[in-house]
């Protein structure tokens, strides 16, 4: 198992540019979150999906758009960069089960200019 | 307000000595808490959850519902300890995402 993946690693935008941060898990798993973290923070969470075709605001979601249409993919678009975006973007999953842990892809550091 | 503190930024202690990272909460249900760490170069994964009671890496960490709290604690610091950890709350009813703290680095010098 590849477990949860992330692509790109690195990205810089131009202010105003758009951009899809792509996450995939292949643990069958039905919950799966989205996270940015800014420097010297904790993360935080933009939206989440209990399944496919369920999508959730999290704390911070402004700027953000999410689809689910596969248990595998959620990917997060980005539709008018802005400077304030910048910032490290986790993907996560996991099972719904209480006090089960959510497995982190690696995180996309994304830059806008 | 659900939250998660993390007084510390950064931790530095000697190898061989005893460490303690400190995470206080503020959630008024039943709380379901996480430490996770990240390792230099790897990704953020599971330490240890309070519902398990167990040890880790020689790491236990008690929950205290009357002082709010859910401290990290090693007896004996090791080198390969050093790295970012967070505290987590676990929101249950907002699809069990998690509230993190803003994570101590630790540093475990030789």
């Known amino acids: 198992n590849a477990g949860v993946t992330q692509t790109p690693k690195f990205r810089i935008l131009k202010i105003g540019q758009s951009m899809t941060l792509q996450c995939t898990q292949d643990m069958n798993h039905n919950y799966m979150y989205w996270y940015r973290q800014d420097p010297g923070m904790g993360l935080k969470l933009i939206y989440y999906?209990?399944?496919?075709?369920?999508?959730d605001k999290g704390e911070v979601p402004n700027g953000y758009n999410v689809s689910r249409s596969t248990t595998e993919d959620f990917p997060l678009r980005l539709e008018l960069a802005a400077p304030s975006q910048t910032s490290v973007y986790f993907c996560?999953?996991?099972?719904?089960?209480?006090?089960?842990?959510?497995?982190f892809g690696p995180g996309t550091r994304l830059t806008v200019l | 307000a659900q939250r998660v503190t993390q007084p510390e930024k950064l931790l530095s202690v000697f190898k061989g000595a005893p460490v303690e990272l400190k995470c206080n909460y503020s959630?008024?249900?039943?709380?379901?808490l996480f430490w996770y760490v990240q390792y230099s170069r790897q990704r953020l994964q599971l330490l240890l959850r309070h519902i398990s009671r167990e040890s880790i890496k020689g790491f236990t960490a008690d929950l205290n519902k009357g002082e709010t709290s859910f401290h990290l604690k090693k007896p004996f610091a090791q080198e390969e300890d050093s790295a970012m950890y967070y505290c987590a709350l676990s929101v249950g009813n907002q699809g069990g995402k998690l509230i993190f703290g803003q994570g101590t680095e630790l540093s475990v010098k030789p």
């Open positions: 999906s209990v399944g496919a075709g369920i999508t």
């Open positions: 996560a999953s996991r099972l719904q089960v209480s006090y089960n842990e959510q497995f």
């Open positions: 959630y008024s249900g039943s709380p379901e």
